[in-house]
């Protein structure tokens, strides 16, 4: 499928610039400008400061005299229109329309954007295919037109398969069993000193926090933190905090049976 977005007497700069950054994160790059305000609006510094690095297709963006002209190879014509006309084409979601049309034959595929201060013509929407209406709240459906373009893009990503997801972040690795073992017998050598566990009679506290550990399945690094929390509990009860083995301090509750 080849897609091209199509702005009709864009008004503002930034809405140029808007609409290449909203088309290059959606990995489109064919922008056609129809009779803008401003001729030398893929130069503005507001363009560029809008677009936020998406000058490649700014560069590749052309600017023609008529609707026509911008029509050129185009087989669907997608019209983008919130308000219904009483004739034209059928008013559809962009996610109803477009899911079908991406498993159809491969086609050269426009989207249809009117001026920010006038919309679309009615002549421009009766020569469009679908007119596209993005669900909005009823009692607001007022979008800047970058926004749209966006909306419009990302619905018709998806429908081509979408782009997958990436990890922002490392994969983490849960810690071996060895590791996990090893900070559990230093845990319960700390337990001791602090006179939370008494080794005569340790009922049930460390097969709980096995468990525990078990489910939480804790990182290398986070075996690292909890042998530290170790090391300073016993270092406390070296210290005169703890009691020592089967003494409690009164500071310090005992494991519950």
């Not at 963006?61 to 609707?67: E, P």
């Not at 087989?75 to 899911?99: K, N, Q, S, V, Y």
């Not at 008494?198 to 506290?205: F, G, I, N, S, T």
Request: glycine share 10%; hydrophobic share 45%; charged share 20%.
């Amino acid at each position: 499928m080849r897609t091209r977005f199509i702005l009709i007497q864009t008004s503002h700069a930034g809405n140029v610039g808007a609409a290449a950054r909203a088309m290059k994160t959606m990995g489109f790059d064919d922008l056609v400008l129809v009779a803008p305000r401003w001729a030398n609006v893929l130069r503005r510094e507001e363009t560029i400061q809008r677009a936020s690095g998406a000058l490649d297709v700014l560069a590749n963006a052309r600017i023609v005299d008529t609707l026509d002209e911008a029509l050129d190879g185009v087989t669907h014509l997608c019209a983008t229109a919130m308000i219904p006309r009483d004739f034209g084409p059928p008013t559809r979601t962009p996610r109803e329309h477009l899911e079908p049309l991406s498993k159809g034959e491969a086609q050269h595929v426009a989207f249809l954007f009117g001026s920010e201060r006038f919309g679309m013509r009615n002549e421009d929407v009766y020569r469009c295919n679908v007119a596209l209406s993005i669900p909005t709240d009823p009692q607001f459906g007022s979008l800047n037109l970058g926004a749209a373009i966006q909306v419009i893009a990302y619905e018709w990503r998806q429908a081509l398969g979408g782009f997958a997801v990436r990890d922002a972040t490392a994969p983490v690795r849960a810690a071996d069993a060895q590791a996990v073992a090893g900070m559990l017998d230093h845990w319960e050598r700390a337990l001791v000193q602090i006179g939370f566990l008494d080794p005569q009679a340790p009922k049930k506290l460390m097969p709980r926090l096995q468990q525990l550990f078990n489910r939480a399945q804790p990182t290398q690094e986070e075996i690292h933190i909890l042998r530290g929390i170790a090391k300073a509990m016993a270092d406390a009860a070296k210290g005169g905090g703890g009691g020592g083995p089967g003494k409690t301090p009164s500071a310090v509750r005992k494991e519950p049976g």
